[in-house]
């Protein structure tokens, strides 16, 4: 992938709000979600469709492949257009890179300030105030990993003080299998979940968890898949990968401490993960790719996790922050309050060397298989992207800045992700947000 | 759930092939699968639909379903029968257990000997000789538990000899997320996986597994599921479970050494699983509950894993086989030879519990969920339930009677399960196999 016409920092839209400089979704950005107008008495109950944002509007694909894309955005982007209006955007991850591509390009220029196409996509358009999203694909499957050596070194540092990082950590990608039932929409809040709690002294009971915490994380999602048996080659590998979303992977660190030996984490993760709806493809990321690097005293990746291309741009750098909006800042009109600012490009495994460690015993990822990242800690306390390492196993509570403290997530409080890439001579392309609430346990 | 007209062991069906008291599939079965005519010049390539086991033929329930359901079976059951022919039985899981029961009902009674509906029903049979099966349903999420507490006793004292059996152990049903996209019907031979070894003294380098081993397992399908946020309780439980298969859970053990901490296994397991076609029913298996009992030193289940029904009725008395055929023995005409025998009764949690513990968070548990049991070793080691177990990490090479030994699988060793419920006064039912042969790695 290259820079095109598409990546022109000076690019401007004729809908206006996208050409402020901030808008998350300028006309360099164009990334996609399934979206429906909010239930009300005049909207009825409408079905999802997928739509691409563009400033603080959505592009209705629905709306635009009713209209007639041949008419509006030329004639070679038919399919794709028609996948784009889906429920589910599976259909549109199966395609290559090349129709994304072309898809991007036509309606990069159909947005375009001075646009022949204005008059009529005007009508497609649904204000971002007036929507509300849903999952974007049918997950086939949901794999986290554990890409952040920061991550890995702080949790391991509360277990094994003096020999804080596994062996097998700088040589394999690790990762497991996550719940895709349970992923849900910003937005969508979820119960404190029951488990095992087991205390030193006295046998387990069953009780709402407290040590609840969030993990910073970013969603892959899979592009077209491998045939069962073959592996993605890491030169192949970012040809398989569609975009990237902002994931929480709710943790109940409790539960966890009790339950994850010997097979991994199984109830403390499975009761809720939250995705940012928008999907930012990784041609509009393109600007951000930077250098992959690791101490040269590391062991340098296998062959099969190894290529110059990723070397040299294997890594991305998006920026993220962690804000907690607690009951008290609500009620007090007070907005989230950032506690962490870090970026992806400090992950020690990159996107390629992911999909290609995923798939060389032969598994076959599928088109929406999202892949998430771990927590994306940085290098430094300011930058670690969970409770867990910032009041380090709950022991040094974390101070708000209107009184309240925190080691772990009290009912009703929000968590807000952001993300966004920034930089000189390039457009800023934004994320959105990842939001949700803690609501009070299930009485067990 | 309780013994009915369908259980009697004394009825006869009037396809003949059902009455052997040999048979997998006399009328008191009826499992569930899906299938076609194998693909050739007069069939063409037909589309699978759902069909039922009697004797050596499958009822085609598109074919019912297209007589006219009401006609042949009544017409209480068209949903169900709808459900039961498509070519994914979701549908099918999502309804009631007295809907399944409904169904079995009519099933039973047309397909009994001297039933007015054999003229009819007889055109709907095909030969099981003649057909090809799929995976049965879409499975949305795929969970593998842990459950022969002589399995975890075994495997553990291979790494821990003095302390074998985790503290957690007798507390929670240990399980983990598998992977969903690998699952293939028995009969898909499978390419043994490359992955990351490791040995003592040396860096790890990519290579053909060569501790490939099976695990010998029943998968459970999940009925209906419960509301995000919900549980399950325990004495609800089996109102969520459809029906079981035999189910392989192939293992890279050389890879699983040294991929699996922190977060457990990942690429050892997530190559390939392979499930029988057949499903058997929860009420067809009535006969065959049996007493869940645990050492009376052992701690008691929490509450959420505990009730009388569980206690009384927990348990299921499934006989399970593991057999071998390898090339040599192929090439000879040998059939495969069987070095296991166990039950499925020695699990140290039940289905209910299982169902349970899962939902207890409010993870939300879908139709067509599968959950692994885990390697059903029995008590001594002639029923232990996969390699790693009979040759102690590959130290006691297993003899087989043609002269050939193995610690692990080699290429062209096909490994079969099958199961079966037994006993005086109640018909045998059978589950069929679940077979399939390792081929040669991929060139990595």
Redesign the interface.
């Known amino acids: 992938m290259a820079l095109n016409e598409t990546h022109d920092a000076g690019l401007q839209s004729w809908v206006a709000s996208a050409n402020t400089g901030k808008s998350d979704f300028p006309i360099q950005n164009l990334p996609f979600a399934v979206f429906r107008r909010k239930s009300n008495e005049q909207n009825g109950s409408e079905s999802f469709r997928g739509g691409v944002a563009i400033g603080d509007q959505v592009l209705d694909m629905a709306a635009v492949h009713q209209l007639g894309t041949a008419k509006v955005l030329g004639g070679d982007v038919q399919a794709q257009v028609e996948a784009a209006a889906a429920s589910q955007l599976n259909a549109l991850m199966a395609m290559s890179p090349a129709q994304w591509s072309a898809l991007r390009l036509a309606l990069s220029r159909a947005l375009r300030a001075g646009a022949a196409e204005e008059a009529a996509l005007k009508a497609c358009l649904v204000p971002q105030s007036e929507v509300e999203y849903t999952v974007p694909v049918q997950v086939?499957?949901y794999?986290?990993f554990?890409t952040s050596v920061h991550h890995a070194t702080n949790v391991g540092k509360l277990f094994r003080p003096t020999n804080p990082l596994?062996e097998?950590y700088k040589?394999?990608p690790?990762?497991?299998?996550?719940?895709?039932?349970?992923i849900?929409i910003s937005g969508v809040d979820?119960?404190r979940?029951?488990?095992?709690l087991?205390t030193p002294d006295a046998?387990?009971?069953?009780k709402p968890c407290n040590r609840l915490d969030y993990e910073l994380e970013m969603g892959i999602y899979a592009g077209a898949?491998n045939p069962?048996?073959?592996?993605i080659g890491i030169e192949d590998a970012e040809n398989h990968i569609f975009g990237l979303c902002l994931l929480n992977d709710w943790s109940?660190r409790d539960?966890q401490a009790?339950?994850?030996?010997?097979?991994?984490?199984?109830?403390s993760k499975?009761?809720?993960t939250s995705i940012s709806p928008w999907i930012v493809t990784l041609e509009a990321l393109e600007p951000y790719r930077t250098a992959f690097t690791r101490p040269a005293e590391d062991?340098q990746p296998?062959?099969?996790l190894s290529s110059a291309a990723n070397s040299q741009r294997g890594a991305l750098d998006v920026q993220l922050s962690v804000a907690i909006q607690t009951e008290k800042m609500r009620a007090a009109g007070q907005a989230a309050e950032q506690i962490t600012q870090t970026s992806y490009r400090h992950a020690y495994w990159t996107m390629a060397q992911l999909v290609a460690?995923?798939t060389?015993?032969?598994?076959?990822?599928?088109p929406g298989?999202l892949m998430g990242t771990g927590t994306l800690s940085g290098p430094t306390m300011a930058e670690a992207g969970a409770l867990l390492e910032i009041t380090e196993g709950g022991k040094k509570p974390l101070s708000l800045s209107n009184g309240e403290s925190r080691t772990f997530l009290l009912d009703g409080d929000a968590v807000v992700f952001t993300g966004w890439c920034e930089k000189p001579g390039a457009a800023r392309i934004g994320f959105g947000e990842c939001r949700a609430t803690v609501l009070p346990a299930?009485q067990?």
């Open positions: 086939g499957d794999t986290d554990y596994m097998n040589w394999v690790i990762g497991y299998h996550g719940r895709a039932s349970s849900r979820f119960k979940p029951n488990g095992q087991k046998d387990p009971v069953l898949g069962w048996g073959d592996a109940a539960v009790w339950e994850y030996q010997p097979l991994g984490p199984f109830l499975n009761f809720a062991p296998l062959p099969y460690h995923h060389v015993n032969g598994c076959d990822l599928q298989d299930r067990a």
